[in-house]
Each structure stands twice: as structure tokens, then as C-alpha cells.
């Protein structure tokens, strides 16, 4: 069974604070996102990463870096966090490996609250 | 570019009710669609996917959904609603561009009524 883990269900954060979310899959695969998840918005891409060390740019990427030094570690940063980053953040992972349909693996989500 | 449009973000059937998602998909490549389901505070996990083969996709939980080309549409369907599907329902499209992108549609929470 894959597996995509999020380093915590639930976050309380001030404003201004530094946040790291992480996210670990065992599946081995090249590709993982973050998307932020709000009512009535569906699911919005981030940042999403195709290797080691590679990255780009999703629909939203303002406020948010990430980083990805090994290939099943994938870390969301809030730099300075702000009220208007109160979301539900999901990790996701997928492979381009020949046979693959492009299906996204996604882990449990972290609910963050920034006060 | 690649969109998805889920009609209803919200929908309340009757148990035992047929349920009915509605999703349109617009692709300029041949797509891969999905559905996802999420139960109040987790993941998304995989209902079903269309990728080329039969039109009809049958997934879990006794859901399933057709692939219309004339019709760019992959609604999901259900006999017969239970309580436990109460959920949110997310329809996507791929290949979003050169990278393994899906691109989301905004939703459908379902509601089924005692």
C-alpha cells in the first residue's frame, strides 16, 4: 500500500511565525504537491516537485517556498504566516513511470490555524 | 489548457436514493479522469479512474462512472445512497501539462438523509 504521511493533523501557529509542514511517501515516487484546500475553492496547487531538488511554481505560490533534498521528503514553508493562510494543507505523490494513469496518492492533510 | 466543472457543490439524497455527481471536463488531449472522495478531516482517496480502456469505470463502494466524449462529461453515479457516503466528492483531469499535474474541480459535498 502506498504511503503519504503528514507530520501533524492539526497546527496552531501565530502570525509572523515560521511554519514547516512535511510531508513523507515510501512509494518511491518522482512527483509530490502541496495543495491548499478551502471551501468552495477546491483544491489549489502550490508548489509541486518532479526530483530531487527540483521545483516549480503551482497556481499559488505566494507566501510559501518549499524543499525537497531527498526524494520522499517534500516540505511546505510558510515563511511569515498570516491569518489568510488558515487552510487545510494536503500532501500528494504520483510516479511518471510507464503504466502509471497520473493517479495522485494523498496523505491525511494537516489543518492549520494561524491566529 | 485542461478545466474541470462539478455541477452542485452541494447535493442531499435520500438513503437508498439514486446519487447523481455531475462533472465536465474540458481536455485537448485525450484525458485521464478521476474521482476522489473525502470524509470529514482526511485525505482524498480514489473512487475511480478512466484511463482509455472501457467507458464504463466501476470504483468502490459500488460507485461508478461513464466517459461521454461527445458529451466532455464523467458523472458518477450510485444505485442506492447509504449513510456512510456522506463525503465530499472531487472530480479531476489529467495530464495537467508535461509533469503528472491534475487539475481539480471545486467539489460536490454530498448529503444523504435518513
Known amino acids: 500500500d502506498v504511503k503519504v504521511t503528514q507530520s501533524s493533523r492539526y497546527l496552531v501557529k501565530r502570525t509572523g511565525e515560521k511554519v514547516f509542514l512535511e510531508c513523507v511517501q515510501d512509494m518511491d515516487h518522482e512527483n509530490m504537491f502541496w495543495y491548499r484546500q478551502d471551501p468552495g475553492l477546491g483544491l489549489r496547487l502550490i508548489y509541486f516537485s518532479y526530483d530531487v531538488k527540483m521545483k516549480e511554481k503551482g497556481d499559488i505560490p505566494e507566501g510559501y517556498s518549499v524543499s525537497r533534498e531527498k526524494k520522499e521528503r517534500f516540505s511546505l514553508i510558510l515563511e511569515s504566516a498570516s491569518t489568510n493562510q488558515t487552510s487545510m494543507y494536503l500532501c500528494?505523490?504520483?510516479?511518471?513511470?510507464?503504466?502509471?494513469?497520473?493517479?495522485?496518492?494523498f496523505g491525511p492533510g494537516t489543518r492549520l490555524t494561524v491566529t | 489548457a485542461q478545466s474541470v466543472t462539478q455541477l452542485g457543490s452541494h447535493v442531499s439524497v435520500s438513503e437508498g436514493a439514486l446519487v447523481l455527481l455531475r462533472c465536465n471536463y474540458s481536455?485537448?488531449?485525450?484525458?485521464?479522469l478521476f474521482w476522489y472522495v473525502q470524509y470529514p478531516n482526511q485525505g482524498l482517496q480514489l473512487l475511480l479512474k478512466?484511463?482509455?480502456?472501457?467507458?464504463l469505470v466501476k470504483g468502490i463502494n459500488g460507485f461508478e462512472a461513464e466517459f461521454k466524449k461527445s458529451e466532455t462529461s464523467f458523472h458518477l453515479t450510485k444505485p442506492s445512497a447509504h449513510m456512510s457516503d456522506a463525503a465530499e466528492y472531487f472530480c479531476?483531469?489529467?495530464?495537467?501539462?508535461?509533469?503528472?499535474?491534475?487539475?481539480f474541480g471545486t467539489g460536490t459535498l454530498l448529503a444523504v438523509q435518513p
Open positions: 481536455s485537448s488531449v485525450p484525458p485521464y
Open positions: 478512466y484511463t482509455s480502456a472501457a467507458t
Open positions: 500528494a505523490s504520483t510516479t511518471p513511470r510507464q503504466g502509471n494513469s497520473y493517479e495522485q496518492y
Open positions: 479531476a483531469v489529467g495530464p495537467g501539462g508535461a509533469t503528472n499535474k491534475l487539475i
